[in-house]
T-cell receptor, first 113, second 110 residues
Framework: ETGVTQTPRHLVMGMTNKKSLKCEQHLGHNAMYWYKQSAKKPLELMFV???????ENNSVPSRFSPECPNSSHLFLHLHTLQPEDSALYLC????????????FGDGTRLSIL | SQQGEEDPQALSIQEGENATMNCSYK?????LQWYRQNSGRGLVHLIL?????REKHSGRLRVTLDTSKKSSSLLITASRAADTASYFCGEMGGSEKLVFGKGTKLTVNP
């Protein structure tokens, strides 16, 4: 039990589908993050939310749309994705200042057909 | 660009041996963090070392930091098969973004 829960664990979708990834943290943290992990590439930060406000969008294509309704929940809405978007998508949270250690969920393995 | 680089990319050792992984980074840091990732799982935080610290211990883990060389090392002593995982360093600079390298894949053979 990591305290950060991601659903679904696996997702297969076509390029024209619309789906959402969900992340929930039970740690009372104020900051939440989306990362993309592709094979043989470093972990890429996508979005940062601090107290529900987006503070970082790391040049992510608009086909990825984040939503943070409260400090405990984070969504990543997906539409018209490309095959190169297949990856493990990891959610993380941290307490207070953004310099604190991050707690990660186990990710959603996304495959685009 | 701000990005840690772990070295080696892969390391295979026998149970009971020590494992040393290195990380180099490019910019000034506030802190450097080491994480472990088991196959199919998320990252787990191991140790955070601040820029004004030189060494830190946690159980069988020892992390050193040399800011003059912009490098850090993670030592796992008396390794176990359960230590098999990928290990990542993440540099936290002035932007307060945690930037990771590609990781070191450690295999500990029974």
């Amino acid at each position: 039990e990591t305290g950060v829960t991601q659903t679904p664990r696996h997702l297969v979708m076509g390029m024209t589908n619309k789906k959402s990834l969900k992340c929930e943290q039970h740690l009372g943290h104020n900051a939440m993050y989306w990362y993309k992990q592709s094979a043989k590439k470093p972990l890429e930060l996508m979005f940062v939310y601090n107290f529900k406000e987006q503070t970082e969008n790391n040049s992510v294509p608009s086909r990825f749309s984040p939503e943070c309704p409260n400090s405990s929940h984070l969504f990543l809405h997906l539409h018209t994705l490309q095959p190169e978007d297949s990856a493990l998508y990891l959610c993380a949270s941290s307490q207070g200042d953004l310099g604190q250690p991050q707690h990660f969920g186990d990710g959603t393995r996304l495959s685009i057909l | 660009s701000q990005q840690g680089e772990e070295d080696p990319q892969a390391l295979s050792i026998q149970e009971g041996e020590n494992a040393t992984m290195n990380c180099s980074y490019k910019t000034s840091i506030n802190n450097l963090q080491w994480y472990r990732q088991n196959s199919g799982r998320g990252l787990v935080h191991l140790i955070l070392i601040r820029s004004n610290e030189r060494e830190k211990h946690s159980g069988r883990l020892r992390v050193t930091l040399d800011t003059s060389k912009k490098s850090s090392s993670l030592l796992i002593t008396a390794s176990r098969a359960a230590d098999t995982a990928s290990y990542f360093c993440g540099e936290m600079g002035g932007s307060e973004k945690l930037v990771f390298g590609k990781g070191t894949k450690l295999t500990v053979n029974p």
